[in-house]
């Protein structure tokens, strides 16, 4: 599906001669920001500070965005690297990436009341994780899990078996090379924030390698991933510059600029927000397009636009490439 919203340059001739000023073409990728997963995890710390009082500590940041950490350390939120920074009182949420399996066990042995904020799609993955494992039996496979070393989320995700039952696949080489004990007893799953096509690539080149290869029933990618992939597709063709909003450890805010620079756009910038713009690489745009990763708020994004009307007559157009209508429940027991 695929829409078009176009706000109309109403007389831009005249307003360029009336205010000294050039025209610039702005086109916003649609659908940006936050997703369902990211929205969830947030609010599991706002609810919990709500029921609990301040402070409410957090392990590793909720999202890969400073923007919003610092807006949850304003209201209370304490961010901590492991959970022997947390007092033996505390309540503690765990980020948007999961965690090892050692990390709640580790909360249960000192009695923390722990809420865990991981995205349900991220969930999907350890689910999937472990019934490749089948418990080491007879039935279990090698998992070839397609993603990028130290990311919080193949951590949380190879956390979850015993060592040994995981090999990382960072990109197509590695697939090309990686040498497994039992080629017949082989599964993968994937990182949810990666490039589709640099995934699909990797997929194919393992499926050809290793026909008995078992993958997930559903894209391990998830939707907001796609979707924001997708609308950068829709407008780098005929952008000179695409800004993404994002934070550099915002593995979905990277993807989205190297999505950028492979599908047309001449040249794709990763900026945490406004303050961090330079203004120099504007100066022989005509137009520009602009996303945001799915940690980075929609505030930003219009921050930014506010920001360019101010030195530029904008002619803005919003291509919309899917809408999306997902929402997750909050975990028990701050939801139903």
Same mark, same amino acid.
């Given at each position: 599906?695929?829409?078009?919203?176009?706000?109309?340059?109403?007389?831009?001739?005249?307003?360029?001669?009336?205010? %000294?000023?050039?025209?610039?073409?702005?086109?916003?990728?649609?659908? /940006?920001?936050?997703?369902?997963?990211?929205?969830?995890?947030?609010?599991?710390?706002?609810?919990?500070?709500?029921?609990?009082?301040?402070?409410?500590?957090?392990?590793?940041?909720?999202?890969?965005?400073?923007?919003?950490?610092?807006?949850?350390?304003?209201?209370?939120?304490?961010?901590?690297?492991?959970?022997?920074?947390?007092?033996? +009182?505390?309540?503690?949420?765990?980020?948007?990436?999961?965690?090892?399996?050692?990390?709640? *066990?580790?909360?249960?042995?000192?009695?923390?009341?722990?809420?865990?904020?991981?995205?349900?799609?991220?969930?999907?993955?350890?689910?999937?994780?472990?019934?490749?494992?089948? +418990?080491?039996?007879?039935?279990?496979?090698?998992?070839?899990?397609?993603?990028?070393? %130290?990311?919080?989320?193949?951590?949380?995700?190879?956390?979850? @078996?015993?060592?040994?039952?995981?090999?990382?696949?960072?990109?197509?080489?590695?697939?090309?090379?990686?040498?497994? *004990? +039992?080629?017949?007893?082989?599964?993968?799953?994937?990182?949810?924030?990666?490039?589709?096509?640099?995934?699909?690539?990797?997929?194919?080149?393992? /499926?050809?390698?290793?026909?008995?290869?078992?993958?997930?029933?559903?894209?391990?990618?998830?939707?907001?991933?796609?979707?924001?992939?997708?609308?950068?597709?829709?407008?780098?063709?005929?952008?000179?510059?695409?800004?993404?909003?994002?934070?550099?450890?915002?593995?979905?805010?990277?993807?989205? /600029?190297?999505?950028?620079?492979?599908?047309?756009?001449?040249?794709?910038? @990763?900026?945490?927000?406004?303050?961090?713009?330079?203004?120099?690489?504007?100066?022989?745009?005509?137009?520009?397009?602009?996303?945001? %990763?799915?940690?980075?708020?929609?505030?930003?994004?219009?921050?930014?636009?506010?920001?360019?009307?101010?030195?530029?007559?904008?002619?803005?157009?919003?291509?919309?490439?899917?809408?999306?209508?997902?929402?997750?429940?909050?975990?028990?027991? @701050?939801?139903?």
């Amino acid at each position: 599906m695929s829409d078009t919203l176009t706000t109309a340059p109403t007389s831009r001739t005249e307003k360029s001669a009336a205010h %000294g000023r050039r025209t610039l073409k702005v086109l916003l990728a649609g659908p /940006r920001g936050f997703c369902a997963g990211v929205d969830r995890a947030i609010r599991v710390v706002e609810e919990a500070i709500k029921r609990f009082g301040a402070p409410v500590y957090v392990r590793h940041e909720i999202v890969h965005n400073r923007t919003v950490v610092e807006d949850l350390e304003a209201k209370g939120a304490i961010f901590v690297e492991e959970l022997d920074e947390v007092p033996e +009182d505390g309540h503690v949420v765990f980020s948007a990436h999961g965690v090892p399996k050692a990390v709640p *066990a580790e909360a249960e042995r000192r009695n923390l009341l722990y809420l865990d904020a991981t995205c349900p799609l991220v969930s999907k993955v350890h689910r999937e994780a472990e019934r490749h494992f089948a +418990d080491g039996g007879p039935e279990s496979r090698h998992i070839l899990m397609i993603g990028h070393a %130290g990311h919080p989320e193949v951590v949380g995700t190879m956390g979850q @078996l015993p060592p040994g039952t995981m090999t990382l696949i960072q990109d197509a080489e590695e697939a090309r090379t990686v040498m497994p *004990a +039992d080629p017949m007893r082989l599964a993968f799953i994937t990182q949810t924030t990666l490039s589709v096509d640099d995934t699909a690539e990797i997929v194919d080149i393992l /499926r050809a390698r290793f026909p008995h290869i078992e993958g997930p029933k559903r894209e391990d990618i998830c939707y907001a991933t796609t979707n924001r992939q997708e609308a950068v597709k829709a407008i780098a063709p005929e952008s000179d510059l695409v800004i993404v909003i994002g934070s550099p450890n915002s593995s979905n805010s990277q993807r989205l /600029r190297e999505v950028a620079e492979r599908t047309g756009a001449k040249r794709a910038l @990763l900026v945490p927000k406004l303050e961090n713009l330079d203004w120099s690489v504007l100066e022989d745009v005509e137009t520009v397009g602009i996303t945001a %990763g799915a940690s980075a708020p929609e505030a930003l994004v219009q921050e930014m636009v506010k920001a360019l009307s101010e030195r530029f007559n904008l002619d803005i157009e919003e291509r919309i490439v899917k809408e999306e209508s997902v929402t997750f429940r909050l975990p028990s027991p @701050l939801g139903p």
